[in-house]
């Protein structure tokens, strides 16, 4: 009899180390982050958005197909592109940069963006929408922030508030 009690005892010793175990595993995985979800691949194909006037004098935008040749730099390439469009940014504007951080593009331009701005609301309005539309191409994107050398800006042209991230125009 005395040996039975012995077995018993370790099993119960064996089987409160196990639960011990079984709730420190359990403890572990519930504090440990899950990793972050992989970004989703850029699209092969974006659109920009151009604004227009019409001959009724009415706003409209030209939607214009851009391949995109890598997708490492593909905010670059179509915004770039978006930049270089007659008419559409002030003269001398660039683009210095775009990153994405938690679903918002942030795009830094030169200075010129607002130094030689000269428009209206009607122009300021139509150049915000030509951004956020063009944003709007990318499924992974849902704010656009707009950056001069690196640093929020209150406006384009003292029209519409630039201060913080504006949501895509999809």
Do not use: C
Not at 18 to 39: D, E, K, N, S
Not at 57 to 81: C, H, R, W
Not at 87 to 102: H, I
């Amino acid at each position: 009899m005395n040996e039975a009690r012995r077995v018993q005892g370790m099993l119960g010793v064996l089987f409160v180390a196990i639960a011990a175990l079984a709730i420190a595993v359990g403890v572990w995985l519930r504090l440990t982050p899950a990793p972050p979800p992989p970004l989703p691949a850029p699209p092969r194909e974006a659109r920009i958005y151009i604004p227009k006037v019409d001959a009724q004098g009415e706003l409209t935008y030209e939607s214009k197909p851009v391949a995109i040749q890598n997708p490492d730099t593909a905010y670059m390439e179509v915004f770039e592109k978006l930049v270089r469009e007659p008419g559409v940014f002030p003269e001398g504007a660039r683009l210095l940069g775009a990153t994405v951080q938690n679903g918002t593009l942030q795009l830094n331009f030169s200075p010129e963006l607002t130094q030689n701005f000269a428009g209206g609301s009607d122009d300021e309005a139509a150049l915000i929408n030509a951004i956020t539309s063009t944003a709007g191409s990318f499924p992974n994107i849902e704010r656009v922030q707009i950056l001069v050398d690196g640093k929020p800006i209150e406006s384009l042209g003292g029209h519409i508030d630039l201060s913080h991230a504006l949501p895509v125009s999809r």
